[in-house]
């Protein structure tokens, strides 16, 4: 099956062409998308969203909805689910929307599935451009998937969702070690005891 046969896809907003300027009487305010938004254990990255006023209301098909999959369509290609606390975000050019609409397929498992090496192998064969990398919605649509019973992908999203806690914690762990050692050295010759 088709990503195109169980989602509608879209490519985000040309901000440029909305974007307001001074002498605009009426601005409208967004929270903005940004390629760096993108974490690669497919969630969304707040702290890298961008503000951006449009000198008009930006029509709700440019907006994130819960359980949007946002694609980035330049390198690396990554995608992120929408979760309940970020609707309403502005979504630019270089991203392609994926809204499914069927109910055989959990977002959250095309999420990760989307981030696989499977994936990325076979967008590797799409990517155009020579000094920057990008897909076309178009590939995205075609994009062959096989899909496990909606039971199974609920089964692999929990383990996928426990593995990625796990690593997140272990991520935390080294980040105090370090920062744990380097006060000890740093302790030791403030002490004096390396001379």
Do not use: W
Not at 54 to 61: A, P, Q, R, V, W
Not at 152 to 167: C, G, H, R, S, T
């Amino acid at each position: 099956m088709k990503l195109k046969d169980i989602s509608n896809l879209r490519t985000g907003l040309v901000t440029a062409r909305k974007k307001a300027s001074v002498v605009d009487k009426e601005t409208f305010d967004y929270k903005a998308v940004t390629l760096k938004s993108f974490n690669r254990n497919g969630c969304l990255s707040v702290k890298h969203l961008d503000n951006f006023t449009s000198k008009e209301k930006i029509n709700k098909n440019y907006l994130t909805q819960y359980n949007d999959i946002l694609v980035r369509l330049r390198e690396p290609n990554i995608a992120v689910l929408i979760d309940e606390d970020n609707t309403d975000l502005l979504i630019p050019s270089l991203v392609a929307t994926i809204r499914v609409n069927s109910d055989s397929v959990d977002s959250k498992f095309l999420t990760y599935y989307l981030n696989s090496q499977v994936v990325k192998r076979a967008l590797n064969s799409f990517i155009t451009g020579t000094a920057i990398n990008m897909i076309k919605t178009k590939e995205l649509e075609d994009l062959e998937i096989k899909f496990p019973s909606l039971e199974e992908q609920k089964k692999i999203v929990e383990f996928l969702d426990l593995a990625n806690k796990e690593i997140d914690l272990l991520d935390e762990l080294k980040n105090q070690k370090e920062k744990y050692y380097l006060e000890v050295f740093n302790n030791i010759l403030e002490d004096g005891a390396i001379k």
